[in-house]
């Protein structure tokens, strides 16, 4: 269901509007007219400066008039809550706006239909990632995922006005499309980057080039275009070259301060990297260097939680280039690659512009993950790699092969970093054993030590199509990650606690939400359940019969009367006259357990006892003396109580009744 935060026009800012203008009339009936018709002017401007901000559906100027009308302490209707929370929530400022609209619902707004709309699509918002789970999504190669889980996709498209058009969509926290927006027009336009800034609105980095059709001839121009929560352009700023080579836009980051960092390049000639401000214009520029005969181009560029920006640059003489938020150059790393193993024999042999191509950092600058693909060896498959540099020293630690790609052009991996490590999430295709040639839609996590693999996890997916695509994102709630399999993408999120539970411990079994894709028939899926509450049931009996193991049952058969250390036994009376059944053991203060090997019986009711190695210590009259024997489970609670959920879930799944 479409809800009314997407929605903009003339209909709701005029009854807003009217509504402020009656209340501006009678609000202030008794006081001096001086003053009143003052009060009432101030009212009536910010009333209609208020109206026309809804009626733009600019949230910034809403929320101000808000305050501004506030401020003059005169009853305001309803309807402004509202608009309020319409605002609040295209910001992504959920709490705030579930605030306003809970208000408007509770007044008997005249809107209800479409505030309720809104308050379930906010309660979808403050729920959706407690949990893991797993759907079908629009696709889109460019994902850019706001807290909440609702997120933009950007992928082109050659079906609506042009040759190839930029299509930007908005999908909800439900999964469900609420606006797209065409780029392009008869002219062609491509997305290569984008990035979210603040109050729901995002900048996007391609190209543009045409008139349709495309010619050679035809440059293309580097474009950078903001887009409110909308998805209309707020502007959009294009940068050609002035000796009509093309232009492309390559990269733009948020800098964290209303403005962003782009950066774009002219073929043949050079890189630039810029700072533009929230309305587009140009607050200062780097240009890396280049030295004569030598061709360095900027491959990457990130930026880390202190605002410093990451370039690293590829050709015949890499090296990484650090620069402060102020766009000043701070160090020049050159890499200080492996000397041993596969890390040397990477660096020595494939070609330096393979070997960077996308790039993570860590958040607090100290390692930059940077990502590249080529041939290894023998194979016939393109493969992805990864390695790690110290951003100070230079130092590569490691390099590793993260396996062969089913597609060079579209089956690349994807990554995000945080200090502990990296997660990788891509389609491995094996090419040897008893899975070569199957496609496994696998996430891994490497340690920034040493490259290891902490944690896998994987699938298998469609292994006759060739396009797989992979996105992935580490989020404070959990760990988001994608992959399109022929037309379908599907997004699996990983909630925090059970991100977390394997963090703790690798070898547990991954989520069933995790990995189960819904291309998988129904019957996989069930067999794929039945075998895991199998193994579940099979080690919860395992772990409550090692429990009831290192029990004994303390069945009292007695009591010691009398202790005759100098004769070399103690005297037991019986509580019944049939004998202990068993072996007879006595329980020390210390919690040690004494044998007691049977002697002569007296009588019925008293039997002596030779205590084990002869031992006397702490035995004294009036301690019970037990046998040992079956320990029922329920001296074992834990066990036996996850021994009952496995059997309860297992029968479920069978369709069996627990009795």
Known sequence: ??????????????LLWAMLLFLAMTAVPRIQMAQAAS?????????????????????????EMMARLRALNVPLGNEINFAEGQALMRMHRNDAATVSLTKYMAGKGRLKKRAQAMLDELKARQTLLDQSWRREEPLGPIRLTYPDGSHIAASSTGEDLGYSNAVSSFVDARGVVQWRSVLGGTSGAFFKAGALLEDGQFVMAGSTYGPAPVERTVPATAAFVRYDALGRVVWQRNIGSSSGKNAYGTGVLADGKGGMIVSYTLIGAQDYIERLDGDGKTQWRYIPPKEKNVSDDLAVMVRDDAGNIYLQLEGVDPALRVLNAQGKLLRLVKPQPPTTGFGKDFWEKYRNYSRATKAAVSPDGRYIYLYGASRFGTSKRSHGSLYVMDTTTGVVPWVVDLGAMVDYLQGHFSFAADNKGVVVTGVVVPETGPQEGKSFFTITRYAVSNGGKIWERSEEVGSNLRSHLATVSLMPS??????????????VFLSHTEFDAIEADPAADAPVVAFLPFSQN????????MGQAQDRLKAANARLAQCQASLISLNRVGVIREVRADWGFVVVDLDSPSGPGGDMLVQRDDGALVKLKPGKKPNPRAISAIPEDNSFNQLTSGMAVVVSGDVPPSRCPAELAAMNAAQHALAGLSGLQTK
């Open 1 to 14: 269901m479409k809800t009314g935060m997407f929605r903009a026009g003339v209909g709701f800012g005029f």
């Open 522 to 529: 129904t019957e996989a899926r069930q067999a794929l359940l």
């Open 39 to 63: 009060a009432s002017d101030d009212f009536k401007q910010l009333a209609t400066a208020l109206g026309d901000a809804v009626i733009r559906a600019d949230d910034g100027d809403t929320l």
């Open 478 to 491: 959990g760990i988001m990650a994608g992959v399109r399999v022929g037309n379908t993408f599907e997004t």
